[in-house]
């Protein structure tokens, strides 16, 4: 089955430190990629849908200029956590589709601690 | 906009009993799919079972099933024969066809323990 890789799985850094968060579909061609973001016992956030070549596209309340995304090819997207602070502590998960629009495929999300 | 409800926070079901896991949904797109994703402690996003409203029948994965009534708009999960692996948060999901719709909207997910 279609796989998306996550990298990294766990990052600890300091407050002011930006991170960057890849997104790797496998053996498939992501036409468009999915950005969340969820909180411990809470559902899953989008935060942001990006479509390869173009510009992402937040979802209302998301800072494009802290969480930036890129999608420059049709296998990676990432998503940077700029000038990170305590507060962007949380799981960030991503998911891929391709040309077929469904079942979206998940990464197995990162786990950002901003100390 | 769509909404996806899930009103139990958590259930706890014996080892090899069955158990039942409430969805609803509101939306004025005639077609549609609905997903329910589990997620384990690990926290991977593992899809369980995905439905298509304009299928009548019933999708089925194994021990995993569903009771879609589309004109209710209700989308349960039936879990037979529990296992300890089943141990989860379960998520229900909407997704429509076309523009705005054409993005997961998640329920607030439940619980579900599964005692030996």
């Known amino acids: 089955g279609a796989v998306v890789s996550q990298h990294p799985s766990r990052v600890i850094c300091k407050s002011g430190t930006s991170v960057k968060i890849e997104c790797r579909s496998l053996d498939f061609q992501a036409t468009t990629m999915f950005w969340y973001r969820q909180f411990p016992k809470q559902s899953l956030m989008l935060m942001a849908t990006?479509?390869?070549?173009?510009?992402?596209?937040?979802e209302q309340g998301v800072e494009k200029d802290k969480f930036l995304i890129n999608h420059a090819s049709l296998t990676l997207s990432t998503l940077t956590v700029t000038s990170a602070h305590p507060e962007d502590s949380s799981f960030y998960i991503c998911?891929?589709?391709?040309?077929?629009?469904?079942?979206?495929?998940f990464g197995d999300g990162t786990r950002l601690s901003i100390l | 906009a769509q909404t996806v409800t899930q009103s139990q926070p958590e259930m706890s079901v014996q080892e090899a009993e069955t158990v039942t896991l409430s969805c609803t949904y509101d939306?004025?797109?005639?077609?549609?799919?609905l997903f329910w994703y589990k997620q384990p402690p690990s926290r991977q996003m593992i899809l369980v079972i995905r439905?298509?409203?304009?299928?009548?029948q019933n999708a089925t994965e194994n021990r995993f099933s569903v009771n879609f009534q589309k004109a209710a708009k209700s989308f349960s999960l039936k879990i037979s024969d529990s296992q300890l692996g089943d141990t989860a948060m379960y998520f229900c999901?909407?997704?429509?066809?076309?523009?705005?719709?054409?993005?997961?909207?998640f329920g607030k997910g439940i619980t579900l323990s599964v005692r030996p």
């Open positions: 939306t004025s797109e005639n077609n549609y799919y």
């Open positions: 990006s479509n390869e070549g173009s510009k992402a596209t937040y």
């Open positions: 999901a909407f997704l429509g066809y076309t523009g705005a719709n054409s993005k997961l909207t």
């Open positions: 998911s891929a589709i391709d040309y077929r629009n469904q079942p979206q495929h």
């Open positions: 439905q298509e409203a304009y299928k009548q």
